[in-house]
């Protein structure tokens, strides 16, 4: 690994599991990180998330060679702004942000001459802050790197090894076809699940406590999608709203069909649709990207959960 000192700013579930994931799968190199909020960098301290944790942006990142922002998209230029002037000679900047073409755009207008190839670990839990951060998270997920098209392929592919070495699957895309296909595969079921999660809560004939306690398989989890850092998700929506808006309308447009298939009675367009959905499922599971056991493996998860208790 070509990295000598890692600089994580930002240090919630991604820069808390990048900070452990580097001292359990490289731990020649030295990581530094900083946080804006003293509760965290005190946390992240006492959880040992990085070597050394800074009072200051300024002082976390000097002498990185790789400077990771792992802050919600919509805070990406102000973490900028706040280490341009201290940005070592050559470092790599890169993030972890859901959306890419708006990152790119504010990361080459504050750090003008750094070597900038944002990157998207498409990997997380519905958990946040520098408690929720554990040494395997990308461990067999995806990392989309998206260089710009002026990137030194050197430098690119010195940030592809380090997420390989943390265990990740990685591939390179330009940023918006990423934006694009995030839109569909991420973005939008947040968006489904955030929804729906509030319809039910409003719906006047139907109380809170029963919506919790009859909560079945597929509502639950929507709630653990819908359970994710509003933050985060508030700015990936704002800044991807191009990308989401368009993949929105053609789920609309679907949306329409099986209505009006469900008020016609057509079973065969349902039973067509089912199907189709089914086999996606089992593509997922094949690519180890999903738990094949009944119930995602959570009676397993729990009855392991029992046994150590």
Known sequence: MSFRRVAIMGLGLMGGSIGLAVQRHLPGI????????????????????AGTIHASAAEAVEGADL???????????QAASAISGALAPGAVVSDVGSSKQTVCRALA???????????????????????????????????????PAQADPAQVARLVS???????????MDPEHHDRVLAVTSHIPHLIAYTIVGTASDLEEVTRSEVIKFSAGGFRDFTRIAA???VMWR???????????????RFLTDL????????????????????????????????????????????????AALRTD
């Open 67 to 77: 400077v990771i922002l792992c802050v919600p998209v919509g805070a990406i230029e």
């Open 109 to 147: 207008s504050v750090l003008q001459g750094a070597c900038i190839i944002p990157a998207h670990p498409v990997a997380g839990t519905e958990n946040s802050g520098p408690d929720a951060g554990f040494a395997t998270l990308f461990h067999r997920r995806w990392c989309i790197v998206t260089p």
């Open 162 to 172: 380090f997420w390989q070495a943390l265990g990740a699957m990685v591939e390179t």
């Open 256 to 303: 329409a069909v099986m209505r009006e298939a469900i008020g016609t009675g057509d079973g065969e367009t349902m039973f067509d649709l089912f199907s189709r959905t089914r086999s996606i499922r089992r593509s997922i599971v094949a690519l180890g990207q999903d738990d094949p056991r009944p119930d995602f493996g959570r009676e397993d998860h729990e009855q």
């Open 235 to 249: 700015d990936v929506f704002l800044h991807n709203r191009e990308a989401v808006l368009e993949m929105l309308e």
């Open 30 to 49: 030295a990581t530094s990180g900083f946080d804006s909020d003293p509760a965290v960098r005190r946390r992240a301290a006492e959880r040992g998330l």
């Open 228 to 230: 994710s850092d509003p």
